[in-house]
Structure formats: structure tokens, C-alpha cells
T-cell receptor, first 115, second 115 residues
Framework: KQEVTQIPAALSVPEGENLVLNCSFTDSAIYNLQWFRQDPGKGLTSLLL?????REQTSGRLNASLDKSSGRSTLYIAASQPGDSATYLCAVEMYSGGGADGLTFGKGTHLIIQP | GAGVSQSPSNKVTEKGKDVELRCDPISGHTALYWYRQRLGQGLEFLIYFQGNSAPDKSGLPSDRFSAERTGESVSTLTIQRTQQEDSAVYLCASSLYVGQLTEAFFGQGTRLTVV
């Protein structure tokens, strides 16, 4: 059974710092990996999607890398801003022949950017 | 619609009552997923629908849970004889199709409280 772990569980840093969020998964036979952010009282917002054949994706100040063989992904946030404060979730999608098993999520990293 | 819509946004119900949660996916999205997030825990996959195929019910926690979807439109998640342990945020997501290159879009969720 796929398990996704995110480290750290919580992080508080001053505005302007660059930071890295980590995600690891136990079964490397993934279809893709997504990073989401979750704001209080709101649904999830997709940030980046990395296909299993890709190594990284970039969107603005965000860069996500994927090392499928070692079961790891990182989300790099450059020049952090208070608006980046949220819970960041990593999720992997498996393919089980007859269809996907849905996304398996980590428990998230709760990020606070101090003004 | 422009995004995934869920209703109601909040539901308080008495233990033992039945509840029905609704999800309107993005128009044209063939895949629809239901997830549950209990307080302090990660997202838990419940069920997904892909086009007209029979749904994958493997994630449903008990036979009190059921879900339906008419074609590629609205889905309803029904919980019968609710228990306090059913209290959670129920999130619905849709994607163009299941597999690579998909990006899942989430609704804002329904917060269910069983008292």
C-alpha cells in the first residue's frame, strides 16, 4: 500500500527566505505526483503536476522536483511571502491496471511565513 | 461551471440520521473523486468514477457509505445512520481523465459534523 510522508509537519520562517518542503513515497510505481496548497476554509489548489517521466516542474517562485527511483519529491519556494502561508500537500497517483486508485496524500506541511 | 462545486458547505446532523453530499464537477471532466479529511489527518481516498465505468468503491470505509454519479455530471455521496466518527471535511475533485497529464481540481469541501 502506498504511503506518503511529508517533512516537516510544520515550518515557520521569516519573509524572504527560500525554503524546501519534502515528500517521500514508498511505492515508486507512480503515475504522477502533485503538490497542492490548502488554505483554511477552502478547497485544495493544485500547484504543480509532475509526470512520472519528468524530473521537475516550475511555476513562478515554485519549483518541484521528482526522483521516482528513490521515492522523493521536493517543493522549493523562493523568496517566501506571507501569502504563501498555507498547508502544502503532496499527493501521488498510482495506476492499478483497471484504473487509478485515486490520489494518496501526505498529511501536509503547515507553513507560516512571518512578515 | 468554472470550478468544482460542493454543497452544502457545512452540515450538522444528529447521530443516526442520513446525509447526502453533492458534487458538481467541472464540465467535461470524466473522472470524479471523493476524499475525506478528518481533523489532524491526511486526505483519505473514498471512491472514484471514470466515465460510465463501474465506480471503484474500494476506499469506502463501511457499507453505510454509498455514492452515485449520473453520466459525467453530478455526484452524490450518501452516508446512512451517521456516526460521530464520520465527522470530517468531505472533498470532491474532478479531472479530465484518469492517468498521466491529469490535474485534479478540488471543491471547497463539505464540513460534516455529527453530534
Amino acid at each position: 500500500k502506498q504511503e506518503v510522508t511529508q517533512i516537516p509537519a510544520a515550518l515557520s520562517v521569516p519573509e524572504g527566505e527560500n525554503l524546501v518542503l519534502n515528500c517521500s513515497f514508498t511505492d515508486s510505481a507512480i503515475y504522477n505526483l502533485q503538490w497542492f496548497r490548502q488554505d483554511p476554509g477552502k478547497g485544495l489548489t493544485s500547484l504543480l503536476l509532475i509526470q512520472s517521466s519528468q524530473r521537475e516542474q516550475t511555476s513562478g517562485r515554485l519549483n518541484a522536483s521528482l526522483d521516482k527511483s528513490s521515492g522523493r519529491s521536493t517543493l522549493y519556494i523562493a523568496a517566501s511571502q506571507p501569502g504563501d502561508s498555507a498547508t502544502y500537500l503532496c499527493a501521488v497517483e498510482m495506476y492499478s491496471g483497471g484504473g487509478a486508485d485515486g490520489l494518496t496524500f501526505g498529511k501536509g506541511t503547515h507553513l507560516i511565513i512571518q512578515p | 461551471g468554472a470550478g468544482v462545486s460542493q454543497s452544502p458547505s457545512n452540515k450538522v446532523t444528529e447521530k443516526g440520521k442520513d446525509v447526502e453530499l453533492r458534487c458538481d464537477p467541472i464540465s467535461g471532466h470524466t473522472a470524479l473523486y471523493w476524499y475525506r479529511q478528518r481533523l489532524g489527518q491526511g486526505l483519505e481516498f473514498l471512491i472514484y468514477f471514470q466515465g460510465n465505468s463501474a465506480p471503484d468503491k474500494s476506499g469506502l470505509p463501511s457499507d453505510r457509505f454509498s455514492a452515485e454519479r449520473t453520466g459525467e455530471s453530478v455526484s452524490t455521496l450518501t452516508i446512512q445512520r451517521t456516526q460521530q466518527e464520520d465527522s470530517a471535511v468531505y472533498l470532491c475533485a474532478s479531472s479530465l481523465y484518469v492517468g498521466q497529464l491529469t490535474e485534479a481540481f478540488f471543491g471547497q469541501g463539505t464540513r460534516l459534523t455529527v453530534v
